[in-house]
């Protein structure tokens, strides 16, 4: 699923897709632009799809989906391949707003093509949290390595806390957790790293949580060393 410009060009429905117009060139016979295509087309086309539960009511918004074949001198040499163009058209704009392709199966639901193309926002959401609640940005170190470690052990966290918010009401009922509950040390108990962490701040809970759970791995799930040795190596 990726995000595209109104100009890109494909080939026009029911057309057999010729030779790709060269870099540049807007004027090439039998294609169109996805912008030109989608005011094209008739009302009876766009649909009302709902893709996720909001504040207050579920969000939704009037979109469309083609099978089309791109033009472009990118494609390789043959038959050009069917994509999924998804255009979305709030009500009341004066144009779309919004155009994706996508190489989903052709037999995937219209809802689950809106709905992967609106993770967008999802995904941000918990790269933010992952940066503020987690510290996936405190790594300082240069070490791909060592990045994968604590990127991996960082996930590894939010997933946990993400999987007992789901137990609170009105989420879910407590007592609830696929996952046991993680023994945490007493908050008057001294930070695990007192040179950069204060005692029961974020980075020092996320840290004790990160080191309960590890110990509950046999083996790192980056470079598949056993529990013992990653504890020796501080890793």
């Not at 007592?175 to 204060?198: D, I, T």
């Amino acid at each position: 699923m990726a995000g595209i410009q109104p100009q890109t060009l494909v080939w026009k429905p029911g057309k057999r897709p010729g030779r790709a117009p060269r870099k540049g060139r807007r004027d090439a016979p039998d294609t169109i632009s996805v912008k030109d295509l989608a005011l094209e087309l008739r009302a009876r086309a766009w649909h009302v799809i709902p893709w996720r539960e909001g504040t207050n009511e579920w969000l939704s918004s009037r979109v469309t989906r083609l099978r089309v074949q791109v033009a472009s001198g990118h494609e390789r040499p043959g038959k050009p391949t069917k994509e999924w163009l998804l255009i979305e058209w709030p009500e009341g704009e004066k144009e779309p707003a919004k155009y994706w392709l996508s190489t989903l199966p052709s037999s995937i639901a219209f809802r689950d093509l809106v709905n992967a193309a609106k993770l967008r926002w999802r995904i941000e959401r918990d790269y933010q949290e992952l940066k503020q609640e987690v510290g996936l940005g405190h790594y300082e170190r240069r070490g791909w390595r060592g990045f994968h470690h604590h990127a991996t052990m960082c996930i590894a966290a939010y997933g946990f806390l993400i999987s007992e918010r789901e137990t609170i009401p009105p989420s879910g009922p407590r007592p609830a957790g696929r996952f046991s509950q993680v023994v945490v040390p007493a908050p008057e108990a001294p930070p695990l790293r007192p040179e950069r962490h204060v005692p029961n701040s974020i980075a020092t809970v996320r840290r004790r949580i990160i080191d309960a759970l590890v110990r509950r791995m046999p083996r790192c799930p980056c470079c598949r060393a056993s529990t013992a040795h990653r504890m020796r190596m501080n890793l």
